[in-house]
């Protein structure tokens, strides 16, 4: 755990950006839920989620496991919000390796070559993954849970543990470790309230969502894991409002998560929000 990597101010300035995105959003009618992982509505490249990424503590985090100089040599991936509402349940405990890697002359690529030049990794990629938190994470809100101690050769032996964390701290885990989230124990239903009563005795839509959880994921890995070819295509996802997984070093694990369609709006690199320091992570 990374304690303040994004600065109390710039976590709640994050966070109102993604409310903001939210109150957007829900005001067309849809609304996030399911395990409150969200890539749909351009969420993974709202302002609110590039704040967290452009952040000089985050990225000072991925340069030093890296080794690498923190401009211009990162690369971010992973990109969607955790967006949680009262009745949330959280994603089980899973490790996150791609089940088929080839080195294919020193790249990375999920298809086998059919001169069978490329070869598989003896040794699992070994990703390091994050989670910048935004609201606080305590064994009363629920949140992120790991099995401290686990890697990939350590096969489901471990207790899982909670991760309590403030606004602004990144949680960082080996993609060996199993992981995943849980909402408090037991789950209580939020009160029904006479405004709820009412709303459905019209069918109106309850008011806006307050997300009880909110949180960026975050996996950057060197420039120089990433073939060239990729590029245009994360510059698409990018411009779509689409999100590439924390895999997405290759174009064949990239292209599993193309862009849904949002509505049309501008790049996030030509809004007034943009920085110089979310450019130098994004190509
Ligand atoms: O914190 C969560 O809700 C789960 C995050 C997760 O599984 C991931 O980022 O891979």
């Keep these: 755990m990374v304690q303040g ?3 109390a101010e710039e976590a709640r300035v994050a966070l109102h950006a993604i409310q903001n995105w939210l109150a957007e959003w829900t005001s067309k009618g849809g609304c996030p839920n399911g395990n409150g992982l969200v890539a749909a509505g351009g969420a993974g490249q709202c302002e609110g ?3 967290a990424r452009g952040a000089t ?3 000072d985090v991925f340069a030093n496991i ?3 100089p923190r401009h211009d040599a990162l690369l971010t991936s992973m990109d969607a919000l955790i967006l ?3 009745r949330t349940q959280g994603v089980s405990l899973h490790r996150d390796r791609p089940d088929s890697l080839y080195l294919e002359s020193g790249s990375l690529s999920s298809v086998p070559r059919p001169d069978g030049l490329g070869v598989r990794p003896i040794e699992p990629i070994r990703l390091v993954q994050s989670l910048c938190v935004l609201t606080k994470s305590t064994a009363e809100t629920g949140g992120f849970i790991c099995c401290p101690g686990e890697n990939f050769d350590r096969r489901d032996d471990l207790p899982w543990k909670r991760v309590h964390a403030q606004p602004g701290d990144l949680i960082c885990w080996d993609s060996g470790c199993r992981h995943g989230s849980k909402p408090p124990a037991p789950v209580n239903p939020p009160p029904v309230t006479d405004m709820d009563r009412a709303a459905r005795r019209q069918r109106l839509p309850v008011g806006p969502v307050q997300p009880v959880r909110v949180a960026v994921p975050i996996c950057m890995v060197p420039k120089s894991w990433v073939k060239q070819d990729l590029l245009p295509m994360r510059r698409t996802l990018f411009e779509s409002g689409g999100s590439a997984n924390h895999d997405s070093w290759s174009v064949d694990l990239f292209v599993r998560h193309p862009a849904p369609p949002t509505r049309s709006r501008a790049a996030p690199d030509q809004a007034d929000w943009w ?8 190509s």
């Excluded at 920085?275 to 994004?282: D, E, L, Q, W």
């Design 57 to 59: 503590g985050v990225q």
């Design 275 to 282: 920085t110089a320091n979310m450019g130098s992570v994004f």
């Design 66 to 68: 890296w080794n690498v």
């Design 5 to 7: 990597a994004l600065p």
């Design 49 to 51: 989620a590039w704040r």
């Design 84 to 86: 949680w509402r009262e």
